[in-house]
């Protein structure tokens, strides 16, 4: 199945006040029926591993994620992007002002991008990069058979792993296909930490806000950085599950635009290939 990312311009037409999760105001939007109506049902799903991705507003591509509310002045050109399965009406042009209770903006749909997951690019090492915070679950790493038994004891793991990554993201994976299989997930957390090679990383725990449950605000700790592993030859295939995953993103809380990746990929001793959603595996639309 193919995935489409629309990716977007939005200005605010005076001086605004946002929630700490930014990714409200395109989320609003939709729900109001005033961008991508065809997303609503989508949106309001209560389905954990649903195929629908809904990046937090940003600046210069620095994702605008705090645990306080933001304030953006009047003018500032704030980039975001939404990503879902490929439809007919995928496609619509964008271009208007809009109210929200987080106030006006102008919006512009600047491209589409529809990714081919049966294309991944070609190359062994792999560097990804946590656009926004990244939440993978630790019980990921637990066999099947006793996820009854430890439900609810698992915690987010604060050191992201190839094998946890990848995981990850062939989880998002089954989403976007329908097909759910925990045996595997566990098995590629297992085999892909043993047999990956880490070359380097920068990597800190951050807290981020998951909203507001009454007058508490919930909060908990992610991580925000970069890795750059080996793939393992027989397990070169997996990197189709992190090109899904740098469209619809990994971990937990992907609903609130949390979990958001790039990737850059090359051959060891060769200079990486980066944004791949300009590259291979990906082909642009006219809007």
Do not use: C
């Amino acid at each position: 199945m193919e995935i489409v990312k629309a990716s977007l311009t939005l200005i605010p037409t005076r001086d605004v006040i946002l929630p700490p999760v930014t990714s409200k105001v395109l989320k609003y939007l939709i729900m109001s029926g005033e961008l991508f109506p065809f997303l609503r049902d989508l949106v309001s799903s209560r389905d954990k591993h649903k195929p629908l991705f809904i990046s937090n507003l940003g600046v210069n591509g620095r994702r605008l994620v705090s645990m306080k509310p933001v304030h953006v002045p009047r003018g500032t050109s704030l980039d975001a992007f939404i990503s879902y399965p490929l439809r007919p009406d995928a496609i619509t042009p964008v271009n208007g002002v809009f109210n929200t209770p987080y106030g006006e903006f102008q919006v512009t749909l600047n491209s589409i991008m529809v990714l081919d997951e049966f294309q991944p690019p070609q190359g062994n090492v792999v560097r990804v990069n946590f656009v926004s915070p990244v939440l993978l679950s630790s019980m990921i790493g637990l066999p099947p058979s006793l996820n009854p038994r430890f439900r609810g004891r698992g915690s987010n793991f604060t050191i992201p792993s190839p094998g946890l990554i990848i995981a990850s993201a062939y989880k998002t994976y089954q989403g976007l296909t329908r097909r759910f299989d925990d045996v595997k997930a566990f098995k590629l957390a297992v085999v892909m930490n043993a047999l990956s090679k880490v070359i380097n990383f920068r990597m800190r725990p951050v807290t981020v806000s998951l909203g507001e449950r009454g007058d508490k605000v919930r909060k908990t700790r992610g991580v925000k950085g970069w890795i750059e592993f080996e793939l393992p030859p027989e397990f070169r295939g997996t990197m189709k599950y992190l090109m899904v995953g740098s469209y619809l993103g990994i971990g937990r809380s992907r609903g609130i635009g949390l979990g958001e990746i790039s990737l850059e990929v090359k051959n060891l001793g060769t200079a990486p290939k980066p944004d791949l959603s300009r590259d291979q595996g990906a082909r642009s639309q006219g809007v």
